[in-house]
């Protein structure tokens, strides 16, 4: 059985510029606030075995420079989706 963690207080810190997110099988199906922070430049999603995402949901981070991505086998989604970030990604 997997257990959803309740993480939503991380989506009260609005402010945020930087976030890594390493959780091997600790994060399970879908937290949409994790792409919700207008101000965020820096995003790596490593090891996140079981986190369901999108592509997609990049596009609701305005301002990302730098996005890591490694071990995401649960990551849908059109690399073409992309292509709305080649102007801001470094």
């Known amino acids: 059985n997997w257990i959803t963690h309740d993480i939503e207080i ?19 199906g879908r937290y949409p606030f994790l792409f919700n922070f207008p101000l965020l430049n820096k995003l790596s999603i490593t090891k996140s075995w079981d986190l369901k995402w999108d592509l997609e949901e990049l596009a609701r981070l305005p301002v990302l420079k730098e996005l890591q991505l490694e071990w995401n086998p ?3 989604g059109n690399i073409n989706s992309l292509r709305a970030l080649k102007d801001i990604l470094e």
């Open 74 to 76: 649960q990551l849908i």
């Open 10 to 28: 991380i989506s009260n810190f609005r402010m945020l510029r930087s976030l890594n997110i390493e959780t091997e099988h600790f994060l399970n």
